[in-house]
């Protein structure tokens, strides 16, 4: 059940992310999703293995599902984030891109925990908000110093 669902939810932001009309080009797309893909598994590491504050199943197929979240749903829908929060000049519609991608993969995170994927420890949904929250923000700082360092290299 957790992998068909996690499995059918990483389809379907990777198949929004495709369809939806992005101003980034693949090459700074590919940069924000790396950098996001590192954060996320180092963080993951650093609070499941080291700290033990998440506890995850250790049968295959919830650590499969839990792969796929930390893998590719988690930095696609960053991404997603970024090319929806740049395509627009509204301050409140920036505001709501944010709110809405924190409150989805929050939504997502409590799906994970319903499941039985993990256990949260010395966790709750509100250190997660605070993460997702940073893991946004890393994304547009990522995105920001993309565009800056381009800036400089076609200075010279």
């Known amino acids: 059940m957790e992998l068909a669902v996690f499995f059918f939810l990483s389809w379907l932001a990777i198949s929004i992310f495709t369809v939806i009309n ?10 924000i999703f790396l950098i996001i893909l590192i954060v996320s598994i180092n963080f993951s590491w650093v609070i499941n ?8 199943k250790e049968k295959w197929v919830p650590y499969t599902a839990y792969l796929l979240n930390r893998s590719i749903l988690i930095p696609v829908l960053v991404l997603l984030q970024v090319n929806l929060f740049i395509k627009t000049n509204s ?3 920036k505001g709501i891109i944010m709110v809405s991608s924190i409150i989805i993969l929050l939504m ?10 993990i256990e949260f420890k010395e966790w709750n949904l509100w250190l997660e908000a605070i993460y997702l929250l940073c893991l946004n923000l890393i ?15 076609e200075n010279k």
Do not use: A, H
Request: hydrophobic share 45%; net charge positive.
């Open 91 to 93: 301050y409140i519609k």
């Open 49 to 56: 293995d080291e700290l033990k504050l998440i506890t995850l």
């Open 139 to 153: 994304g547009l700082i990522s995105y920001t110093l993309f565009n800056k360092i381009k800036g400089v290299q």
């Open 22 to 31: 992005k101003d980034l080009n693949i090459v700074k797309n590919t940069f």
């Open 108 to 117: 997502i995170s409590f799906i994970s925990t319903r499941l039985n994927m």
